[in-house]
């Protein structure tokens, strides 16, 4: 069972502004995903331990920064979330070809992320 912390999303009004920050502090690398307001984040050396992520742009004003936890089996996952109290907010999504992606609060109401790898998802 691995369940790890694998990526982080980091929503933000000015994502230029937020990506330049953090270029400029801590040498974060940032590459635009798609054709959407989302750059992927290279936080390191990935010889190094280190959660790699995401800058996007802030859908919401009450868009919490999110972190991912990678599972094998996304439906497990989620049944037992809500088994345990929490509650879904954004249900099973494909994203084509690398997996499917949910959110989830815990029972205090802290959002989470998961992520289940699927290279056949669509």
């Known amino acids: 069972m691995n369940h790890r912390i694998i990526h982080f999303e980091l929503p933000s009004e000015h994502p230029e502004t937020t ?4 270029r400029e502090v801590f040498g974060w ?4 995903f798609g054709d959407m307001p989302y750059w992927l984040v290279v936080t390191g050396d990935r010889q190094a331990p280190c959660i790699d992520g ?11 920064l999110a972190n991912t936890i ?3 089996n996304l439906d497990e996952a989620i049944e037992q979330i809500e088994v345990n109290g929490g509650t879904m907010v954004v249900p099973k999504t494909a ?12 029972p205090l109401g802290t959002i989470h992320g998961l992520h289940q790898l699927d290279s056949e998802a669509k």
């Open 19 to 22: 990506m330049s920050f953090f």
């Open 29 to 32: 690398t940032f590459q635009q």
């Open 54 to 64: 995401a800058i996007m742009q802030r859908m919401h004003p009450d868009q919490p």
């Open 70 to 72: 990678h599972v094998d």
């Open 95 to 106: 994203i084509p070809g690398m997996g499917y992606y949910a959110h989830f609060k815990d």
